[in-house]
T-cell receptor
Framework: DAGVTQSPTHLIKTRGQQVTLRCSPK?????VSWYQQALGQGPQFIFQ???????QRGNFPDRFSGHQFPNYSSELNVNALLLGDSALYLC?????????????FGEGSRLTVL | DQQVKQNSPSLSVQEGRISILNCDYT??????FLWYKKYPAEGPTFLIS?????DKNEDGRFTVFLNKSAKHLSLHIVPSQPGDSAVYFC????????????FGSGTQLTVLP
């Protein structure tokens, strides 16, 4: 049973560029959440997708956008990259209707902005 | 404004002894609390959780205690093993928040052999 998979694992961009990160949820899961983890900090909620719609959003600017596909996979897009966007981006999946708070995380995509 | 705080960035304990990791929260709307463990180059993995209707939950060597009046929870690991060395994150979510987790900044636990 494949867990949450993310790609790419590492990438380097320059300021002003755009980046797309990808996530495939755990089998049987229909909800995908994205988190940003800066160095020395805990993960911070960006947004959550369910039924191809953004269901919730954290305190992130509109430069951060996402998408969920019919097969439940998801993309995170960040435009006009800033140095402060350098972080580990974590995708987490869950199944709606299962009454626990548990999320299953991928290994993350480490983004470096130069 | 940090709604979930882990005030100890690091903790070292001897193998076989008890590890106690602490977490404080400020948002009274939180009703579900979780602990995650993270090894380097891996994503966080779920460890144990507790609902606000309980004050204790146990799973093998791991026990989580919740003190709602103090807005405090703790994770006890007994006995500690070298493989427990990792960063531990406390997280919380509220009713209707569809598992939007708010994380603390983590505590690096080192278990010395």
């Amino acid at each position: 049973d494949a867990g949450v998979t993310q790609s790419p694992t590492h990438l380097i961009k320059t300021r002003g560029q755009q980046v797309t990160l990808r996530c495939s949820p755990k089998s049987g899961h229909d909800t995908v959440s994205w988190y940003q983890q800066a160095l020395g900090q805990g993960p911070q909620f960006i947004f959550q997708y369910y039924e191809e719609e953004e269901r919730q959003r954290g305190n992130f600017p509109d430069r951060f956008s996402g998408h969920q596909f019919p097969n439940y996979s998801s993309e995170l897009n960040v435009n006009a990259l800033l140095l402060g966007d350098s972080a580990l981006y974590l995708c987490a999946s869950s199944k709606t209707g299962v009454n626990t708070g548990e999320l299953f995380f991928g290994e993350g995509s480490r983004l470096t902005v130069l | 404004d940090q709604q979930v705080k882990q005030n100890s960035p690091s903790l070292s304990v001897q193998e076989g002894r008890i590890s106690i990791l602490n977490c404080d929260y400020t948002n009274s709307m939180f009703d579900y609390f979780l602990w995650y463990k993270k090894y380097p180059a891996e994503g966080p993995t779920f460890l144990i959780s507790i609902s606000s209707i309980k004050d204790k939950n146990e799973d093998g060597r791991f026990t989580v205690f919740l003190n709602k009046s103090a807005k405090h929870l703790s994770l006890h690991i007994v006995p500690s093993q070298p493989g427990d060395s990792a960063v531990y994150f406390c997280a919380a979510s509220g009713t209707g928040s569809a598992r939007q987790l708010t994380f603390g900044s983590g505590t690096q636990l080192t278990v010395l052999p």
